[in-house]
């Protein structure tokens, strides 16, 4: 796990864009994992600049999204497909069909879930992920307590997730109780990782997945045995980790061709 803590979380956004912006440059088609809520929007903001100003293609690439509430029409302001048409795919040329999120109105939500993965199988894997990480570690929404070996299913989301998302719906009455999601075997499956986590209130839960044990109690620990996992963090949330003067000097540190700016 590479961990890398820049002075803001724009300047950490840049920079998880800019590794993004190079697997596409050297693989047009590359599959991206993708995640939604207010932790990527600065990061897809600078791929949609990269896009507009430098030429930077998305026709050739396909992305599947990590979740999607359960009960909420693509069209919902507040489902994901709504937020990453609107904040990332309407801006970009992807080709159409090459976007995916689980389907939330399936009727046979376990058929959905296999036949999801088998899409991700069938594309060959994704190529890099994108992550953020929950208060209580959550990794998609794999709660605390979810299975290490989990794949793409159906999860209720705890109390805390749904006080978490209200905002986003107006109150938690209007949460949807129940999600699609990757499971945390999925996400080890991709062949890179970004994880991106900004401000004091991430502090603990981004200790626990770097520094902590490997644990279903911090799902977002197990990135710990990801081969390539890079954690882009800002010093709040970067505060309590006990390593944080070490993670700095390795990255001062590095020859010029290990660097990601």
């Excluded at 050297?26 to 430098?54: C, D, I």
């Excluded at 994704?126 to 929404?141: E, M, T």
């Excluded at 890179?192 to 044990?213: N, S, T, Y």
């Amino acid at each position: 796990m590479e961990v890398i803590i820049k002075s803001d979380k724009a300047e950490a956004s840049k920079l998880g864009a800019k590794i993004i912006a190079r697997l596409i440059r050297q693989n047009n088609k590359a599959v991206l994992g993708l995640a939604t809520g207010s932790t990527p929007l600065q990061l897809y903001k600078q791929l949609v600049r990269m896009h507009q100003e430098e030429g930077l293609s998305f026709k050739d690439v396909t992305t599947f999204n990590l979740d999607e509430y359960v009960g909420l029409e693509s069209d919902n302001p507040c489902s994901f497909y709504s937020e990453m048409h609107n904040n990332l795919f309407c801006h970009i040329d992807m080709a159409k069909g090459a976007t995916h999120l689980p389907d939330g109105m399936a009727e046979n939500i376990p058929d959905s879930c296999a036949a999801y993965e088998a899409a991700i199988a069938a594309a060959g894997g994704i190529d890099l992920q994108l992550l953020g990480i929950g208060h209580d570690g959550h990794l998609a929404f794999n709660e605390p307590g979810s299975s290490l070996a989990s794949r793409t299913r159906l999860k209720t989301l705890s109390q805390k997730t749904i006080k978490a998302n209200s905002r986003f719906f107006g109150s938690e009455d209007k949460v949807p109780r129940h999600v699609m999601t990757m499971g945390l075997s999925t996400i080890m499956a991709a062949r890179q990782c970004i994880l991106l986590a900004f401000g004091m209130d991430k502090a603990e839960a981004v200790r626990d997945m770097i520094e902590g044990p490997v644990s279903a109690s911090c799902p977002g620990s197990i990135l710990q045995f990801h081969e390539r996992t890079i954690v882009l963090l800002d010093p709040e949330a970067a505060s309590k980790l006990r390593r944080k003067q070490y993670y700095l000097d390795v990255y001062a540190s590095k020859p010029a061709w290990q660097l990601w700016d």
